[in-house]
């Protein structure tokens, strides 16, 4: 089961694998991702990122979306990783069920704007999340678990 | 710089770069072609971009990247801006003894070897201290 969606432009690292792997004890992390499925070097990159209990799968979006909806992670506690928006709102197009999407990290580079410690904006990156939250996705932004939870909802909207 | 020497380039979590640095240099005395990158909000390639300009300014020179947690961004972002360097490696698992004998031993042997000492030193200085 996926036990958490989140939105990270680090997709695996140290936040992710000991901040919230401790307090949610995955056994596998899923990272949908074009870019890194597509390159051998990348995959290897990432999959290595991992501690020893954390399984990870890293697919392409398409992939990933037929895989979880086939129920392959149903028997794992699961977190799926996505770069950006854009993924997530391509899962929704394909079918995929979420609720609930934990925006962790969107960092800074040139043209985006802070909004929050964890996340820096443009306007693309707006709009998609506009859009996820007008499909009634709650988009709630924090780095780790113990954090409070910030709703950006009202303020992509 | 002579040719076996190499600049230190500390990617970390934080202000630990800066400070294990600064820490360097209250033991030993200014250092120079040391530099510390913190990865505190900044995109992967944002990370990327500004290793690489290190690396490309000094591109004589062998380039030997610390970062602080393998697996952690940091050294997921070393790892892709050294990729396609031949004269360039990432150590993980930085600490002060592998960054003090960096500063003070290299150009004394080629960058291959002090590698390998760096490496023999960091583990070496993890250890249960004796009563």
């Not at chain 1, 680090?10 to 499925?37: F, N, T, Y």
């Not at chain 2, 892709?80 to 042997?109: C, Q, W």
């Amino acid at each position: 089961m996926i036990i958490l969606t989140r939105i990270d432009d680090r997709l695996v690292h140290a936040q992710v694998v000991v901040g919230w792997g401790r307090e949610l004890r995955p056994g596998r992390i899923v990272v949908a991702d074009d870019r890194v499925a597509s390159s051998e070097w990348e995959r290897d990159l990432y999959a290595s990122a991992a501690p020893p209990e954390i399984r990870v799968s890293i697919l392409s979006v398409s992939e990933a979306c037929e895989r979880i909806s086939a129920g392959e992670f149903d028997g794992e506690r699961t977190i799926l990783l996505v770069r950006g928006p854009a993924e997530i709102l391509r899962l929704l197009d394909m079918g995929l069920e979420i609720g609930e999407v934990n925006v962790g990290g969107m960092h800074f580079s040139d043209g985006k704007v802070k909004v929050l410690d964890n996340v820096y904006l443009d306007e693309e990156d707006r709009k998609a999340l506009g859009e996820l939250a007008r499909r009634g996705i709650t988009l709630e932004a924090r780095a780790l678990p113990r954090q409070e939870k910030v709703i950006l909802n009202p303020m992509v909207s | 710089m002579n040719e076996n020497d190499a600049i230190g380039i500390i990617v970390t979590h934080g202000d630990l770069a800066r400070e294990l640095l600064n820490t360097v240099e209250t033991i030993v005395g200014k250092v120079d072609f040391c530099y510390a990158i913190s990865n505190a909000d900044l995109s992967d390639d944002a990370m990327i971009a500004r290793i690489r300009k290190i690396i490309d300014e000094h591109r004589e020179s062998y380039a030997i990247l610390f970062v602080d947690y393998f697996g952690g961004s940091c050294s997921m972002s070393c790892s892709r801006a050294v990729k396609g360097y031949e004269k360039a490696v990432v150590i993980s698992g930085i600490n002060l003894p592998i960054l003090l004998d960096f500063v003070t031993k290299r150009g004394t042997m080629k960058p291959e070897e002090i590698v390998r000492n760096l490496i023999r030193r960091g583990q070496e200085s993890v250890r249960v201290i004796d009563p």
